[in-house]
């Protein structure tokens, strides 16, 4: 078997990426952030005061309180609980999206970045085509297509993020596929599915794990958006972009809940983005180039 | 210089013609009968299936995307099923609405980003540089619609100084337009200056790095002078790409800034065609802003062509 691919040796790189992303504020922010929203959402039932559809009438838009740490809605539900709840939502949608992003893409990209020639032009330009219209557009012209719903959502986002994924994985293709430990592993007798799935993608992976991070804080802002239009995941079940979207219709009685659901989508999207931006730093190709002369 | 600009024209083509393609396939996939939609629950069979062939839904598909893409070309986007007009002539008037929010938005945006990524650059480390660094990775994670409902909120609702919807067009009311203009224009300048700002900073301390510029004050000139003629004309090449893809951005985020501050613009329009399954209009709407799109990255293209003479020289050679 031929062994030119393993060319990072993982247990020596992943302690020195984490302690480059400890070193950094703003990154260990994003991820201890990241780790609370992922833990506050599984075990959402636990922690929230309340059931997220449970009702109190005559506690109809009360404002934050003891009781009501912030405040509760028209039908007198804990806003709390429902944000907490809603995160359930808006991570499910935002990894599933990407994930369905990253197996299409990466699979497009690398492809067209191995094979070359016509099915190289064929996908960049189907992936151009969509990268012509403005994200949010697509999106809602798929919700249309599709129907809202939460699955629809995370389809609908992850088609908008495929090329994205193809088109790092394309560029880091076309550059390994001439490297010298490629050429060993062909020589050593590696077929082109062995070449291109242990030997160049395991070597793609710092800047897609990059754009995976980034891309989940995106999805939820499209996610929000999406349910901020009516187009995204319906009531009653909680979704910050839809809270959000009656909350402004409320906005004069009960500021607070416009204001704590939109808060939820910016603090999450925030930590997530800083976890990319500090990941970005620790995966730097010139700290992996280091690795690979190891 | 002849041949780059053919390639690109070809390359602008193609991507063209997988855009209309996608276009089309979306909105046959819309579910539901537009002829049933049209006619609403009542209608005969035979009343249907007049329709469907006045509306060439019989055809195939090929045939029907031919026919499509023979009308677009000849200018003829299809026709609204619900009110009867040409999608192009309700296009063409949302379409001011939606370069009015555009423009605005991309003048508070250049206002906020040039000073603040020029700044930061020039004194990095200094206060400034930290309050515009921190001003752009929170302005990227701030979601735009919730950034206009605060605005509403602290300036309609609390303060009293400025409306909280409605739109009035700069050239019949100039003075009301600023009015109406300036919540929903901070809203979505704000996240266009996020990135714009980082582009700028770093597009400068690459620029601020290079010999040229260390010769230049080594030769005594004015600071002023080496970061405006010499250093700022280099680092603003980075900037009119992102410029370009940007555009696109805003063009997307205007159909959610348009639903929170009741613009009647593309935004709105398409929202409204999608709820009503309004075919041409969804289809029109569609495939004019992804074009329009394209288009404006072409012209960067081209302008880029123009503002860096070593593109001029590989594309000539």
């Given amino acids: ?294 | 210089m002849a041949s780059y600009l053919v390639s690109r024209l070809i390359q602008f083509a193609l991507v063209l013609f997988f855009l209309s393609i996608i276009v089309f396939t979306i909105v046959r996939l819309i579910p539901g009968d537009p002829a049933a939609v049209m006619l609403g629950t009542e209608a005969t069979p035979q009343a249907l299936a007049q329709i469907r062939q006045e509306m060439g839904l019989d055809q195939p598909i090929p045939v029907q995307y031919a026919k499509w893409i023979e009308n677009v070309l000849a200018g003829n986007f299809g026709t609204s099923w619900v009110s009867k007009k040409p999608a192009l002539t309700l296009i063409l008037g949302a379409l001011p609405v939606t370069l009015q929010l555009v423009a605005a938005s991309f003048v508070v945006a250049l206002l906020i980003a040039f000073p603040a990524g020029l700044f930061s650059a020039i004194r990095p480390r200094s206060w400034i540089d930290q309050g515009s660094t921190t001003f752009a990775l929170l302005g990227i994670s701030l979601p735009s619609f919730w950034l206009g409902i605060m605005l509403v909120l602290l300036f309609s609702l609390e303060l009293r100084w400025l409306p909280p919807s409605g739109y009035l067009s700069v050239a019949a009311d100039p003075l009301g337009a600023l009015r109406t203009s300036l919540l929903p224009a901070v809203t979505l300048g704000v996240a266009l200056a996020a990135p714009l700002t980082r582009f700028l900073r770093s597009g400068m301390l690459d620029v601020l790095g290079l010999d040229y510029v260390r010769t230049a004050r080594a030769k005594g000139l004015a600071e002023r002078r080496v970061v405006g003629r010499h250093a700022l004309k280099n680092a603003l090449l980075s900037v009119v790409t992102i410029l370009g893809l940007q555009l696109g951005t805003l063009l997307g985020g205007s159909i959610v800034i348009e639903q929170v501050f009741g613009w009647p613009g593309i935004g709105r329009l398409s929202l409204a065609a999608i709820q009503q399954r309004d075919y041409g209009v969804v289809q029109g709407i569609v495939l004019f802003v992804a074009a329009l799109f394209v288009l404006i990255n072409f012209a960067v293209d081209l302008l880029y062509l123009y503002l860096d003479p070593r593109i001029r020289y590989r594309a000539g050679g």
């Fill in chain 1, 1 to 294: 078997m031929p062994t030119g691919g393993r060319v990072i040796d993982t247990t020596e790189g992943l302690p020195k990426v984490v302690r480059t992303l400890l070193q950094s504020r703003t990154a260990l922010f994003g991820l201890v952030l990241s780790v609370l929203l992922v833990v506050a959402a599984v075990f959402a039932p636990w922690i929230a005061p309340y059931r997220p559809d449970e009702i109190h009438p005559i506690d109809s838009l009360m404002a934050p309180s003891a009781r009501y740490w912030l405040g509760s809605d028209d039908l007198g539900r804990d806003i709390l609980s429902r944000i907490i709840f809603g995160a359930r939502v808006s991570l499910m949608v935002g990894t599933i999206a990407i994930g369905i992003a990253a197996a299409a893409g990466v699979s497009l990209g690398l492809v067209a970045g191995f094979l070359g020639g016509r099915v190289d032009g064929l996908i960049m330009r189907v992936m151009d085509a969509l990268l012509a219209f403005p994200a949010i557009l697509l999106a809602i012209a798929l919700m249309a297509v599709l129907g809202p719903s939460l699955e629809n959502a995370m389809i609908a986002i992850g088609i908008i993020s495929i090329p994205a994924f193809a088109r790092i994985t394309r560029a880091n293709v076309l550059s390994l596929r001439e490297q010298e430990f490629v050429e060993a592993a062909r020589a050593l007798g590696g077929g082109g599915l062995y070449l291109a799935l242990v030997v160049i993608l395991p070597n793609c992976l710092s800047p897609i794990i990059v754009q995976a991070s980034l891309g989940v804080g995106n999805a939820i802002l499209v996610e929000a958006a999406l349910s901020f239009l009516g187009l995204g995941v319906q009531p009653p079940e909680p979704s910050w972009g839809s809270m959000l979207a009656f909350g402004r219709s409320l906005l004069g009685q009960a500021p607070w809940y416009a204001t704590f659901s939109g808060l939820a989508i910016f603090v999450t999207v925030l930590a997530l983005n800083f976890l990319g931006d500090g990941l970005r730093e620790a995966l730097d190709p010139r700290l992996r180039s280091v690795e690979r002369g190891a």
